[in-house]
């Protein structure tokens, strides 16, 4: 599988570059200070979800599991996305987009790898080159919001990248910090919600907003599928 993104910069389109996913790793509880992260593992805790043994943390997913598309399908009621940044690598370059890691909260109860796999990782379809904000890293707004019915949005997640571990740390972090191969894909953990509730509804969309250049978004439908009911068997003559 390949995923196509617009290339956006300062000066506008830069074109096109088409990623062959090679790994894609999920970081968690990666806010820099103390506090932050243990907003964030309140709000799971409060849905019955414990923390690690270990900050920040790190999954690896299947590549199939992620997308760019603006509709998700999923097994469970409970499932809800998270705002991120993600570093894509290609031909030796590192690119930033903005990302949702769309997580089973009812199966994270259980297992946190497993319900990491059970739902597609959305990434937006622009990316920016990571040497252009580099220097205002700490200034680029990460946002959510959330809606019933795709026309009234709620407020869900706002934050500054300053508030969560910066690319170089979060890299070195995972292990992946000496040249990574191309098709590395590396989801960075989320920020608090605004108002510390989990919501499970199925719009969702989210914005990685760099000062005096683009800003990165995402918007997507999630459709819970419905359980078939078998048709009962006839009895045999």
């Not at 790793?25 to 992260?37: M, N, Q």
């Not at 800003?215 to 068997?233: G, Q």
Request: one cysteine or more; a negative charge.
């Amino acid at each position: 599988m390949t995923l196509t993104f617009q290339v956006a910069s300062g000066s506008g389109s830069a074109g096109r570059i088409s990623v062959a996913p090679a790994q894609v790793i999920l970081g968690g509880y990666s806010a820099r200070a103390a506090d932050e992260r243990n907003r964030h593992i309140d709000e799971l805790q409060a849905i019955g979800i414990e923390p690690p043994a270990q900050v920040p943390a790190f999954w690896r997913v299947a590549r199939h599991l992620l997308t760019t598309g603006d509709a998700i399908e999923v097994q469970g009621e409970r499932t809800s996305g998270e705002a991120e940044f993600a570093l894509v690598v290609h031909d030796g370059a590192t690119y930033v987009a903005v990302a949702s890691d769309q997580t089973d909260r009812e199966l994270e109860r259980v297992s946190v790898p497993r319900s990491k796999q059970l739902c597609p990782k959305v990434l937006g379809s622009s990316v920016v080159p990571i040497d252009e904000v580099r220097d205002r890293w700490d200034e680029l707004d990460l946002a959510s919001d959330v809606s019933e019915d795709g026309a009234t949005w709620l407020p869900y997640q706002r934050s500054r990248l300053s508030e969560l571990m910066d690319p170089e740390s979060l890299s070195r972090a995972a292990g992946i910090a000496d040249d990574p191969p191309d098709g590395t894909i590396l989801l960075s953990g989320t920020i608090p919600l605004v108002d510390g509730v989990t919501r499970f509804l199925p719009h969702f969309r989210a914005s990685l907003a760099v000062p005096g250049g683009p800003t990165l978004r995402l918007s997507y439908r999630v459709t819970v599928l419905a359980e078939i009911t078998p048709t009962p068997l006839g009895s045999r003559a």
